[in-house]
């Protein structure tokens, strides 16, 4: 028994392995700790993410540089074996690799960021990681209406970046257009009608819509596009059944459902305030013939 331990621990491999056992533990306590000491310190959310995230990698890369010093000898021999299997490794994990070289893609061409709302293979979501080989998700829409969380938490392949578009809500221009759509009775004033939409666009759209106006400005100095028009306008539109006015203006994507819901609520107020002289309209339905009635 004592001869088989001597041997045992005499060995220069089974030294080498304890050695990187000691080492493995002793790096990752170290970053137990660091993190301990330091992440209840950091208050805001991103940073504390960006910590927690680089402290996690650098440890993970200290592990790997210390294990291959300690093998070098070892490792030295598999040189050819690697290079003969490569291709077969290679062929066997090739949605890995697609979904690390999509990481590196995401991390260093700016596709999109933690806390961006994107949409990636038809999901919608804003992202709250990304990792070496899928981007996690906290989605949106399906069963819930507008842009609003319904609770599920989604991972997707970082590969998605080379095989389908990448919708980004929040990147150079976090403001997107939105509209609401008012139909009015014929015969309602037209002008008042207009008049109220411009004083409710003045109260609550003008500070989004100066603050879209210069994120574009940078936009246009960057990319080859054309200057757009980011101030709140008014259209109006006559089909069968009403008059439709319409209200286009700009808006923080966090901020499309609370504030169409004030603006919602403030023009059904000016409306019923008119007294009358501005009517909403609802589809109508001319009957001309009953059924069982002779042609």
Same mark, same amino acid.
């Given at each position: 028994?004592?001869?088989?331990?001597?041997?045992?621990?005499?060995?220069?491999?089974?030294?080498?392995?304890?050695?990187?056992?000691?080492?493995?533990?002793?790096?990752?306590?170290?970053?137990?700790?660091?993190?301990?000491?330091?992440?209840?310190?950091?208050?805001?959310?991103?940073?504390?993410?960006?910590?927690?995230?680089?402290?996690?990698?650098?440890?993970?890369?200290? %592990?790997?540089?210390?294990? #291959?010093? &300690?093998?070098?000898?070892? !490792?030295?021999?598999?040189?050819? @074996?690697?290079?003969?299997? /490569?291709?077969?490794?290679a062929f066997a994990?090739?949605?890995?690799?697609?979904?690390?070289?999509?990481?590196?893609?995401?991390?260093?061409?700016?596709?999109?960021?933690?806390?961006?709302?994107?949409?990636?293979?038809?999901?919608?979501?804003?992202? %709250?990681?990304?990792?070496? #080989?899928? &981007?996690?998700?906290?989605? !949106?829409?399906?069963?819930?209406? @507008?842009?609003?969380?319904? /609770?599920?938490?989604?991972?997707?392949?970082?590969?998605?970046?080379?095989?389908?578009?990448?919708?980004?809500?929040?990147?150079?221009?976090?403001?997107?257009?939105?509209?609401?759509?008012?139909?009015?009775?014929?015969?309602?004033?037209?002008?008042?009608?207009?008049?109220?939409?411009?004083?409710?666009?003045?109260?609550?759209?003008?500070?989004?819509?100066?603050?879209?106006?210069?994120?574009?400005?940078?936009?246009?100095?960057?990319?080859?596009?054309?200057?757009?028009?980011?101030?709140?306008?008014?259209?109006?539109?006559?089909?069968?059944?009403?008059?439709?006015?319409?209200?286009?203006?700009?808006?923080?994507?966090?901020?499309?459902?609370?504030?169409?819901?004030?603006?919602?609520?403030?023009?059904?107020?000016?409306?019923?305030?008119?007294?009358?002289?501005?009517?909403?309209?609802?589809?109508?339905?001319?009957?001309?013939?009953?059924?069982?009635?002779p042609g």
């Amino acid at each position: 028994m004592n001869h088989f331990l001597e041997t045992w621990l005499t060995d220069p491999f089974i030294r080498k392995l304890v050695i990187a056992v000691i080492w493995v533990v002793f790096i990752s306590g170290m970053m137990a700790l660091l993190r301990q000491r330091i992440f209840s310190r950091i208050h805001d959310t991103e940073n504390r993410y960006r910590f927690r995230k680089g402290v996690t990698f650098l440890g993970y890369l200290i %592990i790997l540089v210390v294990t #291959l010093m &300690t093998f070098q000898v070892k !490792m030295s021999g598999l040189g050819l @074996a690697l290079g003969v299997a /490569g291709a077969g490794i290679a062929f066997a994990l090739q949605e890995v690799i697609t979904s690390v070289a999509g990481w590196l893609t995401i991390v260093f061409g700016g596709f999109y960021q933690t806390g961006d709302r994107v949409q990636l293979g038809g999901i919608k979501g804003d992202v %709250i990681d990304i990792g070496v #080989l899928r &981007t996690t998700l906290m989605e !949106m829409g399906q069963w819930v209406n @507008a842009d609003q969380y319904n /609770g599920r938490i989604v991972r997707i392949a970082n590969s998605f970046v080379f095989k389908e578009p990448v919708f980004n809500y929040s990147a150079d221009f976090p403001f997107i257009w939105d509209e609401i759509n008012l139909p009015i009775r014929y015969g309602s004033d037209y002008q008042e009608m207009e008049d109220i939409l411009q004083r409710i666009a003045n109260t609550y759209l003008l500070e989004s819509a100066e603050l879209a106006k210069q994120t574009w400005a940078v936009m246009v100095k960057k990319y080859m596009i054309e200057d757009a028009i980011t101030q709140p306008m008014i259209t109006l539109l006559a089909n069968d059944n009403w008059v439709e006015f319409t209200l286009r203006y700009t808006v923080d994507f966090k901020r499309r459902r609370v504030t169409k819901d004030k603006l919602m609520r403030a023009m059904l107020k000016e409306v019923e305030a008119s007294e009358g002289r501005v009517q909403m309209a609802s589809t109508t339905v001319e009957i001309t013939k009953f059924p069982g009635q002779p042609g």
